[in-house]
């Protein structure tokens, strides 16, 4: 928890108010975000977001899997995500990191994973499939925060998109002489990769609420005040895929609605802005 004086905390709330934030940002305006792509050479992709102060990294592992029986048209995701002891004082071993690991793991599956049913999500699982049923890839999706300033779910949000991104599944040739009964033979190969479409993959814009305004890209500082905040996932095309509250403060149904509102105008500019700096990453890492 950020320990403020009863003066820094009228200044915090006196300068949101007036739409002129501590480090000169408007309500709606998000911090610098730098991305670089491919930081984990043993990972199949990997990506690192730096929001301001806030620094995220994520990895994506593929294993071939078996699809459940419930879902035999669908591959398996799964999202977890780990708080370095030294990117808060908070973090340390038995202070909250694992709490909040816990919950950021939670609310990035809710939100790029949609529903139990796979309803709204923002990665297609069907696209993970080799044979209906008997063969899928399982992904693994790590989320490592080194540094922590205000932000972590939409940081870790553009990290796993970025990652995704980068992230290049290795071709699978089924043997065709396999009987409908038996576990088919599979060879993958080292040479030929297939590219993870990430087109239809959401960004998470979370709004904080602080004293009668909300904010994007709230710092530490910022949300040591808040009442309360709407995280919302928001595709390229306007569609909401996931929604997730947290903080004791109600909200009437009105001002969650003018959240959502307000953020699909803000994911707007957000998703260029980081397919720009997903470009500009991976054309780097090319020419390296």
Excluded at 267 to 272: M, V
Aim: aromatic share 4%; hydrophobic share 40%; with cysteine.
């Amino acid at each position: 928890m950020v320990g403020l004086s009863v003066g820094e905390k009228h200044f915090i709330q006196g300068g949101i108010a007036q739409d002129l934030r501590s480090d000169g940002r408007k309500r709606l305006t998000y911090r610098p975000i730098y991305v670089e792509t491919g930081v984990i050479p043993q990972a199949h992709g990997s990506a690192r977001v730096r929001l301001g102060a806030t620094d995220v990294i994520a990895s994506v592992k593929a294993e071939l899997g078996k699809p459940s029986a419930l879902q035999p048209d669908k591959g398996n995701i799964a999202i977890y995500v780990d708080c370095s002891p030294t990117a808060a004082p908070m973090f340390e071993v038995g202070r909250g990191g694992e709490e909040l690991s816990t919950e950021l793991s939670v609310a990035l599956q809710r939100c790029l994973l949609g529903g139990k049913s796979g309803a709204g999500a923002g990665i297609d699982p069907t696209s993970l499939v080799v044979v209906e049923g008997k063969v899928c890839w399982d992904l693994y999706i790590d989320g490592l925060v080194i540094s922590s300033d205000g932000n972590l779910l939409d940081a870790l949000a553009a990290a796993i998109k970025a990652a995704l991104s980068n992230t290049g599944i290795p071709k699978v040739d089924v043997a065709a002489d396999a009987t409908s009964d038996e576990q088919p033979e599979v060879n993958i190969s080292d040479e030929e990769f297939l590219q993870f479409d990430t087109s239809g993959i959401p960004v998470i814009v979370t709004l904080t609420k602080v004293g009668r305004h909300y904010i994007v890209d709230a710092t530490s500082e910022e949300e040591s005040q808040m009442s309360s905040a709407v995280s919302i996932s928001v595709n390229r095309k306007g569609h909401i895929c996931g929604l997730m509250k947290r903080g004791g403060v109600g909200l009437d149904p009105s001002i969650i609605l003018d959240m959502i509102s307000v953020a699909k105008h803000v994911s707007e500019q957000l998703i260029n802005k980081l397919d720009s700096e997903i470009a500009a990453a991976e054309a780097s890492e090319e020419e390296s």
